[in-house]
């Protein structure tokens, strides 16, 4: 006979798994952060005169698992998140449930390419990450003439 489980994000979690109604409802489950993994990396764009300021939400993530990567006037903002995934903790308790997975996501914004690493400004504390992107044209081509003699 199949229970309900006391400890998932709903009490009837496992019956709509056994007659596929989690399937009808919402995306399937993501292990890493659940039916909440639509909101993962939300971002709030401002626009000011001199360019953007991005606040971008990584809750749970320490400084040194966010990586940014600007290529082909693409800035993709990548997290990563690895846990041990041993049946006993550093004290030797067992553990019952485990609800917090590895895993990692990431998000690319469009910046244009005449936007070098070197413009872009970053912060991060408190579970947000602050990046503030120049506006910049790109330059035109100059445009030569050729005598033809």
Do not use: W
Request: aromatic residues 10%.
């Amino acid at each position: 006979m199949l229970f309900p489980t006391v400890y998932g994000e709903n009490l009837f979690d496992d019956l709509d798994d056994f007659f596929g109604l989690d399937q009808m409802r919402s995306p399937r489950h993501d292990p890493l952060y659940g039916k909440n993994a639509a909101r993962i990396m939300k971002t709030d764009i401002r626009e000011t005169e001199k360019g953007f300021e991005l606040d971008i939400d990584l809750p749970g993530f320490k400084k040194e698992d966010i990586q940014a990567q600007l290529k082909d006037g693409y800035l993709t903002i990548s997290a990563q998140k690895a846990m041990n995934m041993d049946q006993k903790d550093e004290k030797g308790a067992r553990y019952i449930r485990r609800e917090r997975y590895s895993g990692s996501c990431s998000r690319s914004f469009y910046v244009g390419e005449a936007v070098t690493e070197e413009d872009i400004e970053a912060k991060f504390e408190n579970g947000i990450l602050q990046l503030s992107i120049p506006k910049k044209v790109p330059e035109a081509p100059v445009q030569k003439q050729i005598m033809i003699k």
